[in-house]
């Protein structure tokens, strides 16, 4: 095997030292922790703002999230000063101990044509760039942990903000209309799996939560040609598969299912009026967090927490329901929601105005 020319080797060295040298040049200016100090301060600050948009968009659940919004931007006005100080103090040190080994450098390059006498040098230098890219590593671990904790506040305030934006997105988006003075709680995307268990050909789409019923809409492109078994044409299905009054259910379960328990499901119990008796869903978010959701829906609990009052004449109007048919006297089964007009009843078929 040839042995590598001495000079090209010790040319290489430097040439890779000189690219490390390059990236220092940023790093030590802590570039990446300034950046994503400028990342929090730009949720933060956006925060109430887009609070109030999903506010117009129609989210009303909640009624303290602009006070907790409030409440990051008041820690924040606290912290923010002190971790610029903090990345300028340490920045001027680093930037400090890069000057010495980029002075020393064109001594290094001229001495590339005699790699003896290079060599000490060189190891010097390189010692001297290992350390100063751990003390960077270090600087930048001491300011994140500055804020560590509220930045992770800040992460799960984001987070729950855009499930917020999906769920109004998708409302706005579906085949069917909410109730008047109905409200979406949550949305997730779901299979709906009709034999218990998933399998092909199940219908894809989006499963709702709202205050009063639990909607799942099919959402998604079916394959309606192929060649040689590849997809040449897909056309979009979209339409209401199942609808249930909130007040139907009975039990939710949720469970990890999939070859490695990967897969969240969630298993829908429902009690007699239901246009069916269960409800199992493979759905992409934790299943235990939407059997929370659900049996919260059931205690009414978001009510609670309501931006917006309820239409009081809307309550009235479900409390003075008749609990039997006028025309047949037949015990009215149907659940009557907020925002019907009519009910029917099912015996007789007559339309009762409410």
């Given at each position: 095997?040839?042995?590598?020319?001495?000079?090209?080797?010790?040319?290489?060295?430097?040439?890779?030292?000189?690219?490390?040298?390059?990236?220092?040049?940023?790093?030590?200016?802590?570039?990446?922790?300034?950046?994503?100090?400028?990342?929090?301060?730009?949720?933060?600050?956006?925060?109430?703002?887009?609070?109030?948009?999903?506010?117009?968009?129609?989210?009303?659940?909640?009624?303290?999230?602009?006070?907790?919004?409030?409440?990051?931007?008041?820690?924040?006005?606290?912290?923010?000063?002190?971790?610029?100080?903090?990345?300028?103090?340490?920045?001027?040190?680093?930037?400090?101990?890069?000057?010495?080994?980029?002075?020393?450098?064109?001594?290094?390059?001229?001495?590339?044509?005699?790699?003896?006498?290079?060599?000490?040098?060189?190891?010097?230098?390189?010692?001297?760039?290992?350390?100063?890219?751990?003390?960077?590593?270090?600087?930048?671990?001491?300011?994140?942990?500055?804020?560590?904790?509220?930045?992770?506040?800040?992460?799960?305030?984001?987070?729950?903000?855009?499930?917020?934006?999906?769920?109004?997105?998708?409302?706005?988006?579906?085949?069917?209309?909410?109730?008047?003075?109905?409200?979406?709680?949550?949305?997730?995307?779901?299979?709906?799996?009709?034999?218990?268990?998933?399998?092909?050909?199940?219908?894809?789409?989006?499963?709702?939560?709202t205050d009063q019923r639990l909607i799942f809409e099919q959402k998604e492109e079916i394959a309606t040609k192929k060649v040689l078994f590849v997809v040449t044409e897909k056309q979009k299905v979209q339409g209401l598969q199942l609808?249930?009054?909130?007040?139907?259910?009975?039990?939710?379960?949720?469970?990890?299912?999939?070859?490695?328990?990967?897969?969240?499901?969630?298993?829908?119990?429902?009690?007699?009026?239901?246009?069916?008796?269960?409800?199992?869903?493979h759905i992409w978010k934790e299943g235990t967090a939407w059997q929370g959701l659900i049996n919260r829906a059931r205690a009414k609990d978001f009510d609670k927490g309501r931006s917006v009052a309820l239409d009081q004449a809307a309550?009235?109007?479900?409390?003075?329901?008749?609990?039997?048919?006028?025309?047949?006297?037949?015990?009215?089964?149907?659940?009557?929601?907020?925002?019907?007009?009519?009910?029917?009843?099912?015996?007789?078929?007559?339309?009762?105005?409410?």
């Amino acid at each position: 095997m040839a042995t590598a020319n001495p000079v090209q080797q010790i040319s290489e060295e430097i040439s890779t030292l000189r690219s490390k040298i390059s990236s220092l040049q940023g790093s030590v200016q802590l570039a990446r922790a300034r950046d994503e100090v400028e990342d929090a301060q730009t949720n933060v600050k956006g925060m109430a703002q887009r609070i109030a948009g999903l506010r117009t968009r129609g989210y009303v659940f909640e009624k303290d999230l602009e006070a907790q919004a409030q409440a990051l931007v008041d820690s924040w006005a606290l912290l923010y000063p002190n971790l610029q100080v903090q990345i300028n103090q340490q920045a001027a040190a680093l930037v400090g101990s890069l000057r010495p080994i980029e002075m020393q450098m064109p001594q290094l390059a001229s001495m590339a044509g005699n790699p003896a006498i290079a060599r000490g040098l060189l190891t010097s230098l390189q010692s001297a760039v290992d350390q100063l890219e751990s003390k960077v590593s270090a600087s930048e671990a001491t300011i994140h942990g500055m804020y560590d904790q509220f930045n992770n506040q800040v992460y799960i305030s984001t987070r729950h903000l855009d499930e917020i934006d999906y769920l109004l997105a998708q409302l706005a988006e579906a085949s069917f209309q909410l109730l008047p003075t109905e409200a979406g709680i949550s949305a997730v995307k779901a299979v709906w799996c009709k034999g218990g268990k998933e399998q092909k050909g199940d219908p894809e789409g989006v499963l709702y939560l709202t205050d009063q019923r639990l909607i799942f809409e099919q959402k998604e492109e079916i394959a309606t040609k192929k060649v040689l078994f590849v997809v040449t044409e897909k056309q979009k299905v979209q339409g209401l598969q199942l609808e249930a009054p909130v007040a139907l259910v009975e039990k939710v379960d949720a469970s990890k299912q999939g070859m490695l328990k990967n897969e969240d499901h969630i298993e829908i119990r429902f009690l007699s009026g239901a246009p069916v008796q269960a409800g199992h869903f493979h759905i992409w978010k934790e299943g235990t967090a939407w059997q929370g959701l659900i049996n919260r829906a059931r205690a009414k609990d978001f009510d609670k927490g309501r931006s917006v009052a309820l239409d009081q004449a809307a309550l009235d109007k479900v409390k003075a329901a008749p609990a039997q048919c006028p025309s047949c006297g037949s015990t009215i089964t149907t659940v009557v929601l907020r925002g019907m007009d009519t009910i029917k009843c099912e015996y007789c078929g007559l339309v009762i105005r409410l």
